[in-house]
């Protein structure tokens, strides 16, 4: 995977035209994100050999959107809070089998 630049190395940064559709122009504009976070996502994310694609509702892709385009995280910053979401929700899917066992050990 590439390695992702943090603030002390700025100078492996590169800087690239690019051409986009006045509609793209707009979408970015309309929700102030930077380009060019949002293209350095996609370049780490497109390869990468262990990245995860998954649906969120508006709100959340917005949320994210405005997280990596703004405070320029990476996905990998956010990772620690999604293993702990994760966690939790096995600990809930965890007491529900228990009850379903329990209620099975009754009969």
């Keep these: 995977m590439p390695k992702r630049a943090n603030q002390k190395d700025r100078a492996s940064y ?18 102030k994100l930077s380009i060019s976070a949002l ?19 508006a709100e959340g892709k917005d949320l994210y959107d405005n997280l990596v385009g703004n405070f320029g995280l990476h996905d990998s910053d956010l990772e620690d809070f999604f293993l702990a979401a994760i ?16 209620r099975l050990n009754r009969k």
Excluded: H, M, P, W
């Design 14 to 31: 590169r800087r690239l035209n690019i051409t986009i559709r006045e509609d793209q122009y707009q979408l970015l504009a309309d929700k």
């Design 39 to 57: 293209i350095r996502d996609l370049i780490d994310d497109r390869f990468c050999s262990n990245a995860v694609t998954f649906q969120l509702s």
């Design 87 to 102: 966690n939790s929700f096995l600990e809930g899917k965890i007491e529900q089998l228990e009850e379903l066992r329990n």
